[in-house]
């Protein structure tokens, strides 16, 4: 039987917040930092997240193919089919070996291209985001307090703009900026420093506006925050403006600009 993927949403979160809890355990010790065949870093928080959440998915829905990152640096990769998973067990890998608390755990379910279901958990925090479907945007207190939250439309002095901690180029930032139609005449408010999929949620949340992302990324990066914003009424496109789509061959992103109302 095929669940829709509001009856899974509930499950999934939980599956988010164990493996938060994994990272959280591992946060605390002196881990180990390892190199992956592109160099970038990985440690046990990685590993043992994702093992859980993989496990945790193929009981749940064993039908729908699993896309994970480090299976994937592994070169363990699913056939997919218009349904599959998308996890990234620890984005923002760097800040978690920096001590800095902006990581987060990725979980998303892909259809027909779209994130219909997206749940960024923040371990320090203790907070999960999660949407599946449009208007069905939450914000989860550590604890279980629940609130809905939406995008908002930029105030009228400016707007916030959200940048990566360890990927921005501040030239290239203000170069778009000065063309993107989404500024539509407004004025930089404020330019804040976000890891992970935190600006996602910020965005989400009304908290921002604006998230441009000028570089390439993996879709696990961004597929579990695309929902949330899709299910607070904002939208996530291509620099070109076409709806940033999933189960692309190399699971390769372009540039995309995130954005409210």
């Known amino acids: 039987m095929v669940r829709s993927a509001d009856i899974l949403l509930e499950d999934v979160i939980r599956l988010a917040e164990a493996a938060g809890a994994r990272i959280n355990e591992i946060y605390e010790t002196t881990f180990a930092v390892g190199r992956k065949a592109d160099a970038s870093p990985v440690t046990a928080a990685d590993h043992e997240a994702e093992a859980l959440i993989v496990q945790g998915l193929a009981a749940l829905t064993p039908d729908i193919p699993i896309v994970a990152e480090e299976a994937m640096a592994r070169g363990t990769c699913p056939a997919i089919a218009d349904r599959f998973w998308l996890v990234d067990p620890l984005d923002g890998t760097k800040e978690f070996i920096?001590?800095?608390?902006?990581?987060?755990?990725?979980?998303a379910l892909i259809e027909a291209g779209t994130p219909v279901l997206g749940v960024v958990h923040i371990p320090v925090s203790?907070?999960?985001?999660?949407?599946?479907?449009?208007?069905?945007?939450?914000?989860?207190?550590?604890?279980?307090?629940?609130?809905?939250?939406?995008?908002?439309?930029?105030?009228?002095?400016?707007?916030?703009?959200?940048?990566?901690?360890?990927?921005?180029?501040?030239?290239?930032?203000?170069?778009?900026?000065?063309e993107c139609p989404a500024?539509?005449?407004r004025k930089v408010r404020e330019c804040k420093v976000a890891g992970s999929a935190l600006k996602f949620c910020l965005i989400a949340a009304g908290e921002a506006d604006l998230y441009p992302r000028l570089g390439p990324t993996m879709e696990w990066d961004t597929a579990a925050g695309h929902a949330?914003?899709?299910g607070a009424g904002g939208s996530v496109e291509t620099l070109d403006g076409n709806p940033l789509r999933y189960g692309k061959p190399d699971f390769l992103n372009s540039g995309f600009v995130a954005r409210g109302r």
Do not use: W
Request: hydrophobic share 45%; net charge positive; charged share 25%.
């Open 183 to 185: 500024m539509q005449g």
């Open 126 to 178: 203790g907070e999960s985001f999660a949407a599946a479907g449009r208007g069905a945007a939450t914000r989860r207190k550590r604890g279980g307090a629940v609130q809905s939250i939406a995008a908002r439309t930029p105030h009228a002095d400016g707007v916030v703009v959200l940048t990566s901690r360890f990927h921005a180029d501040q030239r290239k930032l203000d170069a778009f900026l000065e």
């Open 228 to 230: 949330l914003i899709l």
């Open 98 to 107: 920096n001590r800095i608390g902006d990581f987060t755990v990725n979980i």
